[in-house]
């Protein structure tokens, strides 16, 4: 089998991926975007652990994730289209209309 | 060792294409090609899930990402700015040679699948039973009785989500 350290290490990196999207771009879409891919990692990591320790428990909390992020989605996309009807941008660094 | 190199070479192609769709996602400058390659990341993700025998969730993360939530993105992308993102070429320049690359690599692949899948074993990946129903029917049997409270958390998550992206997409005229 495929030793455990190469999946944990391509979650890592997938997190790691995510991390940078979400730091260094300004665009709200690939920001959001990054976010999938950093909880994909996370799944990536539980069902890894899942196989390996043969307990599926890390399978459910993979489809637990999974569900969480649709709804995640759902939500920021639809705070985004008001967003945009509010102030034509995308960029986040505009968006700073909820600062105190 | 003929079944595990076959896993590794397997594990190597799903991984090293994962990561590069999802550098391409970072990268990009048209949010259309971050979402069509973050599509491509989730695709090897999910073949690494059956790699990792839990076929289950393969089809999960097909559906819930590829097929809900990449749609979602890809139709939020349109009615936002999709001027701005649709003239945005992926590769500048000649673009002939990068796509025909791409294309014999695809069709490559397939052949090779298709002459030789019966050299692989089902079994190879992720140990026996993998891709029976016991793993399943103990995974939806755990699922409904331990954690059958998370469950159903998650259905009314899932309730007041659709509710809400109802709610902050509606125009406030109606």
Known sequence: ?100 | MGANSVEFGFFLFFAVVAVASALVVVIARSPVHSALALMVSLVQVAALFILLGSPFLAVIQIFVYVGAVMVLFLFVIMMLDVRKAARVRFLRGRTVVPTLVVLVLLGAEMLILLLGSERFPASAAGGEGAFGTGTLKELSTTLFTDYLFPFEVTSVILLVALVGAIVLARSEAD
């Open chain 1, 1 to 100: 089998m495929v030793p455990l350290s190469m999946y944990l290490a391509l979650g890592a990196a997938l997190f790691i991926i995510g991390v940078a999207g979400v730091l260094l771009r300004r665009n709200v879409l690939i920001v959001l975007m990054s976010l999938e891919l950093m909880l994909n990692s996370v799944n990536v990591n539980l069902v890894a652990f899942s196989s390996y320790l043969g307990d599926f428990r890390g399978q459910i909390v993979a489809i637990f994730v999974i569900a969480i992020t649709a709804s995640e989605v759902a939500i920021a996309l639809g705070i985004l289209v008001a967003l945009m009807r509010n102030k034509a941008t995308l960029d986040v660094v505009d968006v700073t209309i909820m600062k105190g």
